[in-house]
């Protein structure tokens, strides 16, 4: 006889359901059986917190109660009443682990207090791109939040505003310095990771303090702080015993202050290494190849005065490298690439932007040669622009292609490319002029893998073709492209799984290619219509009252939206919104 289903262990069923490629698939699962839903809800481990209707009925205390596993959240597109979100998050008996509040404006402190003395298990806080960050809000985290290990408090967007303005206030008024870096690294004295990019005021000094205190410190990011100099790095390097990952900018080889390139056989465990935005020798890149350390990530990025041997030296020495970054190195050719590939075979990720002489001949090769290679990104670079010779081999573990603005890039190209990687999950041919709906039309024919599929400012695509349904397509950006009504039905007859839609300025797109969005696109949940003129604004109360899973829309023009109306889309649960506070279109 067979076994009764209900009699699995729980265990097998959490197997199976992780399984599943996103947590939204198993929404029907969790409604079949009391069991499934129990299951499914310990399985979610990360949040993500979008729309101010979240407050509704008391939902998200509801919610945090439901999901008690829940060990990340993420507010970082939020754009309601942070402080409420965080109370409610200290309040919870959970045990988060990671909380993300980067892109928001002021850190809401009387908040991050409460929570600090709440939830003890916080490990890594993510304060990027806040609106408002200097030293006082430094201080409430490390006086707050002693146990953190991770941190990030890059490119806080401060206005310093006028000459005069900035000589009322003091320094400590007008972003981060060096006395809280200081207090931070006596205060987190367990950190391991911390990123102080894009913050002006900050020097060789709190390098030293980090490095100093923070003796676990594994990773450091300092980008864009025009005041700390090689001295800073080089202490770095000798006083960081556990240090793994450095990324630096504004390096200055050769130069009259700094004869000698950098040591870095004092970093004995470094095995990420990021140069942005400096003038190199080949005496430095020969010199991190004799350092001998477990180098698997490496990146040169809009650096200058090296040569293709510097390069050489690199990838000769360290053969396991795993992810290879070069951007804007506009010297390499298709046949420095293909001498490369020979030190490549355990790659995982490759970047070459706006490496101008790549063409197609390159893709090959690095399909050909590089087995375990997942991830390409080749954008700015001249796909298209080769001879179409090199020998094809198909690679079934690539799943990233990221070819957009390549000027040259066909139809033909595309259909060789997705001979070669059949199972492409992710491609983005943004502003990639030369192709058509044929072209993509060959990643997405037969058992297409695709689920993020990115076609912005491509006039000459219409629609996405005909075929099949297209199951695990989630994400479609289509901004200012040339999809119309006729495509917008293709689109609703095939891609029945659709969660986010971009058609920002899609001219073409009217009432009538909407409603087979709507009608056949059961789970949509997010879609931008700003500057689609030929759709009325009339039609905004029929598409949120017409799709209970849409919870958030763009319409044409916001400012045909009264407050009243958007009072009432909100507690339907739709935030009706701006373009510019919707730009975030992939859900966790």
Excluded at 261 to 281: M, P
Aim: hydrophobic content about 40%; aromatic content about 8%; some cysteine.
């Amino acid at each position: 006889m067979a076994n009764n289903c209900d009699d699995l262990p729980d265990e097998c069923w959490e197997l199976i359901f992780n399984r599943f490629d996103h947590h939204s698939h198993l929404e029907s699962l969790s409604l079949s059986s009391k069991k499934f839903l129990t299951i499914i809800n310990g399985l979610r481990t990360h949040f993500t917190i979008l729309n101010p209707t979240i407050f509704i009925h008391g939902n998200l205390s509801k919610l945090f109660h439901r999901f008690t596993h829940i060990k990340s959240i993420d507010v970082s597109s939020f754009r309601g009443n942070l402080d409420r979100v965080i109370l409610e998050i200290a309040k919870s008996d959970l045990k988060v682990e990671t909380l993300n509040v980067s892109k928001n404006n002021r850190l809401p402190l009387e908040g991050l207090k409460v929570l600090g003395s709440n939830m003890k298990s916080l490990r890594v806080l993510n304060c990027a791109n806040l609106s408002k960050f200097c030293d006082i809000e430094l201080f409430t985290i490390a006086n707050s939040m002693p146990w953190l290990e991770e941190l990030d408090i890059s490119y806080p967007r401060n206005n310093l505003g006028s000459g005069f303005e900035m000589q009322r206030l003091n320094v400590a008024e007008l972003g981060v310095t060096n006395y809280g870096i200081e207090l931070l690294s006596l205060k987190l004295r367990g950190l391991r990771k911390i990123n102080i990019s894009g913050n002006p005021f900050l020097t060789n000094n709190s390098l030293m303090a980090l490095s100093s205190n923070c003796v676990f410190l594994k990773e450091i990011e300092f980008l864009h702080c025009p005041f700390i100099t090689q001295l800073g790095i080089e202490f770095v390097m000798c006083n960081s015993p556990n240090l793994c990952s450095v990324s630096v900018d504004g390096i200055q080889i050769p130069s009259p202050m700094y004869m000698n390139a950098i040591d870095f056989t004092f970093a004995r465990g470094l095995s990420s290494v990021e140069i942005h935005e400096s003038v190199i020798s080949d005496e430095l890149l020969h010199s991190l190849a004799k350092a001998g350390i477990p180098l698997r990530r490496f990146t040169l990025a809009y650096c200058s005065n090296f040569t293709f041997f510097g390069i050489l030296s690199i990838l000769s020495t360290y053969q396991s490298l795993e992810y290879l970054a070069f951007i804007d190195v506009g010297f390499l050719t298709d046949k420095h690439m293909s001498d490369l590939c020979r030190y490549l075979c355990t790659l995982i990720t490759i970047k070459l932007k706006l490496c101008s002489k790549l063409t197609d001949s390159t893709f090959f090769t690095l399909a050909k040669n590089c087995p375990f290679l997942k991830d390409i990104d080749m954008e700015r670079a001249n796909l298209g622009g080769g001879d179409g010779t090199a020998d094809i081999v198909k690679n079934s573990r690539i799943m990233s292609l990221n070819l957009a603005y390549n000027s040259n890039l066909s139809d033909e190209c595309l259909r060789k490319l997705a001979s070669i990687c059949p199972n492409v999950e992710l491609l983005d041919v943004s502003s990639c002029l030369g192709i058509t709906e044929k072209g993509v039309a060959e990643f997405l024919k037969g058992d297409s893998k695709i689920r993020h599929l990115h076609i912005n400012d491509c006039l000459g695509i219409k629609n996405i073709g005909t075929g099949f349904e297209l199951p695990k397509l989630e994400v479609l950006q289509a901004a200012r492209s040339g999809i119309d009504d006729e495509g917008l039905a293709i689109i609703g007859n095939r891609c029945c799984r659709l969660l986010n839609f971009d058609l920002e300025g899609c001219v073409g797109a009217t009432k009538v290619g909407l409603m087979e969005i709507f009608t056949n696109c059961k789970i949509l949940r997010e879609i931008n219509l700003n500057g689609c003129v030929n759709v009325s604004t009339v039609f905004v109360d029929w598409m949120v009252f017409s799709k209970p899973s849409l919870r958030k829309l763009v319409p044409p023009r916001l400012s045909l939206i009264t407050e009243s109306q958007r009072e009432l889309f909100l507690r339907h649960g739709c935030l009706v919104c701006d373009g510019y506070s919707s730009k975030r279109y992939v859900q966790e």
